[in-house]
């Protein structure tokens, strides 16, 4: 276990008091007993950036399958011995094609956004006890600076590190950044629909309709609780391997990893009311499945399949036009489609974009920091459309 402590000499928010904030590293299994899980969730519902794929019912099952070993940590920022923050850790040995050994918060393929839980208030003071861990540690690590990947930018959070860099002449810079499809608007679904459909698709979209219900009796389902979840589960699961992401390997029944991850997660989100599961069912055969995430102010589309057998009627864009009814939930602003950038289907429909990069940091003493800007003026060389400061 590691562990840094020290003093905020900044004016801190009402939200953390002025008091020791001690950042510490531990194995991430130590934080899933004696009622640590609940701690985190209480700390993820406070959290000034909504991120499913860091909370307990998603990480742990994340950790489980993909570090079975344990070797994985998680940093946490407490002030006055209250949970103010927590993030995966991981110490990567290469820097895309390049030996260059780094700190970085730890994400996988189904984890699709990389913002620490923080206590809203609590932005800067984080920044600083995570920063003077990492300063510390660096030497230790064998760190030559810290990374965050899929960070989402114009949030506090991302903001506050900015400005804490610059208030230290620490080095920060945007490596990459990318847009996806987000829905995100005070219309009505049906308002919305209009506004981001031409006529002629909006006409189209009900031709299918039609279609797709002369083919036997179509139905829509929308569900929030667990009933019939396992049944739900393997539906989707046999629906999405089907398709062209069981063809590409990408599904997630590819995998016990991540079909153990699938299984869990969603069984532990419907057990805390995060989970919405919607269908269209055609004679009972399901033939278009989506599960979202719901982590109020915001939610995210976590995973989508329809059968191509019915591609023509277009299943898929038919159910996201039922998912349209987010925008009536008055405990929902947002969605995080999840989605690739430009994405063909997605992006025709919902018409917001969310600011998603990645961010790399300098740490340790001034040798590292030398050459981290040497590094970065290299990288952002070669990728200036990501450079930000």
Request: glycine share 6%; with cysteine.
């Amino acid at each position: 276990m590691n562990v840094a402590t020290f003093t905020m000499a900044s004016t801190p928010s009402s939200f953390c008091p002025p008091s020791a904030a001690v950042a510490t590293v531990r194995p991430w299994r130590e934080w899933t007993v004696d009622g640590r899980p609940a701690q985190w969730q209480a700390l993820a519902e406070s959290a000034s950036t909504t991120n499913p794929f860091f909370e307990p019912w998603y990480l742990i099952p994340s950790l489980e399958a993909f570090d079975p070993q344990g070797t994985k940590r998680l940093l946490t920022v407490e002030i006055g011995g209250e949970l103010a923050a927590l993030m995966p850790l991981t110490r990567p040995r290469r820097y895309g094609r390049w030996p260059l050994p780094h700190l970085a918060s730890w994400l996988h393929p189904n984890a699709f956004l990389g913002v620490p839980l923080v206590r809203a208030g609590c932005e800067r003071v984080f920044w600083q006890a995570l920063l003077h861990w990492a300063d510390e540690a660096a030497t230790r690590e064998q760190a030559l600076f810290l990374h965050l990947p899929a960070m989402p930018l114009e949030q506090p959070l991302t903001a506050a590190l900015f400005e804490l860099s610059e208030l230290q002449g620490r080095k920060s810079a945007l490596v990459m950044r990318e847009r996806r499809a987000m829905l995100h608007s005070p219309l009505s679904p049906d308002l919305y629909l209009e506004r981001a459909l031409t006529g002629k698709k909006r006409k189209e979209l009900r031709r299918q309709h039609a279609r797709l219900a002369e083919q036997g009796t179509l139905a829509f389902e929308r569900q929030l609780d667990a009933t019939d979840l396992e049944s739900w589960i393997e539906q989707f699961l046999l629906l999405e391997r089907r398709g062209w992401k069981g063809t590409s390997g990408s599904a997630m029944a590819c995998a016990s990893t991540t079909e153990s991850l699938f299984r869990k997660a969603l069984v532990e989100a419907a057990g805390i009311g995060r989970l919405e599961r919607l269908a269209l069912t055609l004679d009972g055969r399901h033939i278009a499945m989506l599960a979202n995430f719901l982590t109020p102010p915001g939610s995210f589309s976590y995973k989508t399949a329809f059968d191509e057998d019915f591609a023509r009627f277009s299943p898929g864009v038919l159910l996201q036009r039922e998912n349209l009814a987010l925008l009536s939930r008055p405990d929902i602003s947002w969605c995080d489609s999840c989605a690739a950038p430009d994405h063909p289907m997605i992006d025709s429909l919902w018409t917001e974009r969310r600011p998603i990069g990645r961010i790399s940091v300098a740490i340790g003493g001034s040798i590292r920091r030398r050459f981290f800007e040497t590094l970065l003026s290299l990288e952002l060389g070669r990728n200036p459309v990501g450079l930000s400061r």
